[in-house]
């Protein structure tokens, strides 16, 4: 992975240095709260219901076992023993006080990490693909530009006060497993004619109040192209995107009103002014930042999982085989998720005991990386098959063998209620509820793979609209109400959810969510229909008529 | 009837303004304003904007039910008594963090 130069680190304990002085003069009163709001939030510190929340980076959702275990030194040491991972696959700290934050930021940087531009009107995280540079689908390895993307977009002094946030997605591999149409700039990779591999860019996409699957505005970007392109996005976005109004500012919306073929002209034409220019990317840097991305030395073996044979002799090693490994393009080895969605659990949640075993295993066993998924879980990407039995061993251990990824219990779920400022109903206790209605294996496997993803609010931060099944809560008179979606989706088929019905309260959801389930069981054609394929076979008449029984 | 309400600089915790002129986690030590002192209740936003030590003040609706305070709205119920699922303690005062007018 990516290690900092000189410039990186001086550039970050700089931001610590500065922003240690910040909140100094904050509590001596030299700094009112407006003043200083703006820049607690530059160096990712929000204040939410409870307490101060710290948003910590993890690039394009990349890290080493060192920074794991720092991770959770913080969260022992500063916090209360646990960190969030969440859907922009960055970490974050519930409890931190504001005194204690620039000691934390140092911390950080003493393993290469920050909390820089996870918050305010800028380019934020670039996340990416969880299985980047380890899935055997993969057409290209998409770090190292996403790494140029980080280093191009840290502290942009064109980019630093955008109309709105904005964010970039890039997959490497045809199954979009990041939700590049559902990002202000998504970027997948693609073949010429030529057999050269470059990138298919996608403009607008995004969701909150107003959800939108981005469009795409140019076919084909070659690497040494790629940054003068999205300056160029950057700049029409920046010139003409609505600062008038927040819910209007996102560039989806600017896209929506002016046409996409309008805002491919504005690209185009200030992409001939910096095309060739100073953004042209030399194959020689890109190579160096391959350098630090080149496959660890894999040990060469024919090693194969024999399903069969596991289910016959250990069902619930099976089940984690079969759920939690991912095909890797190296022959003998596979890529694990480890899920953070225990039954009953919050998602998203590790402590940081569970922390520090991952990165131990890490280290032992994944060639030192690890990765956060968009999806809320940890992944070690690059395992040996004949060590799969020994990880799982010790996260059975620590009760992070949960086999649900993919499904039904696999939820997407934003803190929601419990502890965000801007929430309007909880999230956390939906997703209990329905993962202990649905989490015994032997339903899950009925069902198969089903996306349920649960938002607190319409800001979609559980990314409710791209569930196959989304769940948004609501507030009517005091009361928390939660609205069904039908038939969302955040692959390469993308789509946005349809509205089931009038909100429900959440004690009902369990049962609608059940209706809908068994609507799906008794219509699909064979066991290996999807939940997904058979709402887009069927439509959503017999699924609503399900959900509007009572 | 209102209480106010605010988050404590350092700590970020909720607080609660009390008939003592202190700010207190506990939301029963809340003093309640009357429809009739909402004047009184600007100054005291003000004055507690101006110490620099709270951010967020607002005013909060309240109802008594059997004798003690509750919030209105259930995000001010759950500010006041923290996460609900598990259930987490509110985020504590420590000495240096305590504030009054």
Redesign the interface.
Known sequence: MYRYDEFDLGFVSGRVDQFRDQVRRRIAGELTEEQFRPLRLMNGLYLQLHAYMLRVCVPYGTMNAPQLRKLAHIARKYDRGYGHFTTRQNIQFNWPRLQDVPDILEELSEVEMHAIQTSGNCIRNVTTDQFAGAAADEIIDPRPVAEIIRQWSSLHPEFTFLPRKFKIAITGAPEDRAAVRFHDIGLMAQEDEAGEVGWSVYVGGGMGRTPMIGQRIRNFVPHEDLLAYLESVLRVYNRYGRRDNKYKARIKILVHEEGLATIREQVDSEFEKVRGGILTLPEEELSRIRAYFAPPQFVLSDDRFNLADLKRNDAGFARFVEYNSHPHRQAGYTSLTISLKPIGGVPGDATAEQMEVVADLAERFSFNELRVSHEQNLVLPHVAIRDVRAVYDVLKEYALAEANVGLITDMITCPGLDYCALANARSIPIAQDLARRFGTPERQAEIGPLKINISGCINACGHHHVGHIGVLGVEKKGTELYQLTLGGDASESAAIGDILGPGIVAEAVPDAVERLVQTYLGLRETKDETFIAAVKRVGAVPFREAYLAT | MQILTA?E??????VYFGDDRHWHQDIQRARIFSETEASELDGLIAAA?AT?RL??VAAEKVRIDKGRVVA????ER??AE?????R?A??PLRESDHVSL
């Open positions: 988050n600089l350092l700590s970020g915790a909720s904007v620099k951010i967020s209105q709205r259930l995000r759950i500010r923290g996460p609900t699922s598990p987490h509110v985020q």
